[in-house]
């Protein structure tokens, strides 16, 4: 390797150690990396490849939450909801297969090979609102609140089930601080009041 190479890729290793070890091609070339250096990394296995233009340094610890990081990173305007926002808040028994993505109306539907992805498309404050940021192996992930996540489930029930949507109810009553206000104030945003507030009073 030629010492000019050999410079190339060890300021190319510092950029990706500075981002979290995680880069998107186009994030990895808008910092500075030639594209010639990347594909030498990842062929070398310097990198290893997580998802279609999406990278990672080899050798790091594992990720604790691969498809939550790898979904963030290439979808960053997406927000994870329904069935991976509660295992991610741990208030359900279902075991997603699939990440869960809210996308805002009109945005473009992302390419992605890996992880499957669920998109569902929300509007005005149903997107905006009870948006929580979390940092997951150094990357910043969007989650719906366990409040906002409820009440999601159950404007979904339709499509999740509402022994989902009971369920998640009364495991965040059991597992979290119930905070009956803001609960309420999402099933609010998602028009849902009326149903949920039955299961609600059923529990207190």
Known sequence: MKLGESKALEQA???????GGLLRTRDAIRAGIHPRTLYEMRDSGMLERLARGLYRLSGLPPLGNPDLVSVSVKVP??????????????ITTQIPHEVYLALKRGAEP?????????????????????????QLDNVPVRVYSPEKTVADCFKYRNKLGLDVAIEALKLYRERKRLKVTELMKFAGVCRVEKVIRPYLESLL
């Open 77 to 90: 305007n997406g927000v994870i909801c329904l069935i991976s926002a509660l295992a991610f808040h741990d």
């Open 13 to 19: 290793r510092k950029i990706f150690l500075e981002k």
């Open 110 to 134: 992302p390419r992605l090979d890996h992880p499957p992805l669920r998109i569902f498309w929300f509007t005005g404050r149903a997107f905006t609102e009870g948006m929580e940021i979390h």
